[in-house]
């Protein structure tokens, strides 16, 4: 065994040192328990993507119109770019940290610790939401499926609610307490699920159009691709806000790169089919909805403030019939459902990997002997998860809706960062081929571009009241105060850290910029 020093190669076997090598640690995971597809349903999986359609097609529209579709393709290309970072960094440095590790290790420990705060708290926020989602539409569909409007009415009761919301977290927490094996399982039948009732929806809402059933219904233009048609860059930036939206989770797969067979190579390829699988589905089902009710705001039309925030809750029966309808409310539950219990993956072990690196206390890094899990950091993620929507729910239903407005501000700070390090990082290999300078700095340096720009634009736009909700803390936008707020808290919290575990914060855990794995002979 000898200690290398130049970043191994794609492939080669890599085994964590001690840390005042300056190393990736061994975290006891379960090593060789996910493949290529079971990494990319992962990754599709924590996406939601039914979700998302459903809570983003009618909103994406009241935005940008009839440029929906270009609009999603737009939110794509900074996410692509990204996850060729991603990809590059995974190959050099397979931990299951992901984002906190890599910017360590490329910008120092208070910048990673902040992108990894980042990460943490936007995947509260957004468990937190999948989890109220999953149970409105638990009640919806015992309601289609008993024909009772009362049964259906009781999402509408707080008590019932936040009881049944607390029941599909802590099952949530149950199965991704039990190991990726147990995980990869639920997650096949959830995922082909979805994506099989997605294409049933796409074919008949194509048929309905050919049939012209619905006045509103429109004919294909290739001028739907065009983002240039947006009526104004306000109104861009807001329909672009939400697309970034709808591709957020995938890299989901590469924070189980520790547990993935092949890890320096199976996560990244994962990621890109799961981006493609996504975007294909995206574009699919957009301009098949748009061309079967069109994008107006009246009738059955997708901009429709009466029904923009749940699209298919509106069209299900129209365009599917009763009978098949019904599977739709089956595929937004159980999109919602699977999405809920993989999102646990990337926050347990990014808490997983800043506890090995002394940057949390100690005890997150236990990792189960039996199920080779970060048993303790996925309790209490969903504990966390339990907590604040239990809170937000009682304390006021703007600020939780605004509280998931903010999460586009995190998703673009954490992902951003992410970009720019890659290109910092491998600084050096930039010039050595024209692969290099492409994937591991244009690219990357681009998707951080594009990604900053949306997230000082969100910023400017979240300062005015008429952002989110309407509310407003001392005449500034309530979104603006809870996005700042969080990351203010991040900062607050890190201060905290430094002060109880000193050598993480003077980089003698996690070097920067050290190569630091050693190569299996």
Known sequence: MTQVEARPQAGDTVRGVDATDGGVRDKGLGGNSVGLMGSAVIGISTVAPVYCLTSTLGSTAGEVGLQMPAVFLAGFLPMLLVAFAYRELNRAMPDCGTSFTWTVKAFGPRIGWMCGWGLVIATIIVLSNLAGVATSYFWLLAGEISGSESVAALDDNKAVHIATCLALIAVATAISYRGMTATKGVQYALVGLQLVVLAVFVVMAFQKAGSGTFETGLDFSWSWMNPFEVESFSAFTAGLSLAIFIYWGWDACLATNEETTGSAKTPGRAALIAMVVLVGSYLATGIAAQMAVGSGDKGLGLANPETSDNVF??????????????????????????????????????????????????????????????????????????????????????????????????????????????????????????????????????????????????????????????????????????????????????????RRSPAFFRGEILTKETPALVVAD
Not at 365 to 382: E, L, Q, S, Y
Not at 398 to 412: E, F, H, P, R
Not at 439 to 460: R, S, W
Not at 471 to 489: C, T
Request: net charge positive; glycine share 10%; with cysteine.
């Open 313 to 498: 809750a509106a069209l299900a029966g129209p365009v599917m019939g009763p009978a098949l309808g019904v599977l739709l409310f089956i595929a937004v539950l159980a999109s919602a459902a699977a999405s809920l219990q993989t999102t646990f993956i990337p926050v347990a072990r990014t808490v997983l990997a800043m506890s090995t690196y002394e940057a949390l206390p100690p005890s997150y890094a236990k990792v189960h002997p039996r199920f080779k899990t970060p048993g303790r950091a996925t309790v209490v993620a969903g504990i966390a998860t339990g907590v604040f929507y239990t809170v937000m729910t009682l304390v006021s239903e703007n600020v939780l809706v605004d509280t998931i407005y903010a999460l586009g501000l995190m998703i673009c700070f954490y992902y951003s960062i992410t970009a720019f390090a890659c290109a910092w990082y491998f600084r050096r290999d930039l010039f050595r081929s024209a692969r290099d300078f492409v994937y591991k700095g244009l690219c990357p340096i681009l998707g951080g571009v594009l990604l900053t720009a949306v997230f000082g634009k969100t910023l400017y736009d979240m300062w005015d009241p008429a952002y989110g909700s309407g509310s407003a803390v001392f005449g500034v936008g309530s979104v603006f105060v809870i996005g700042v707020g969080l990351l203010a808290l991040g900062l607050v919290i890190m201060f905290v850290t430094e």
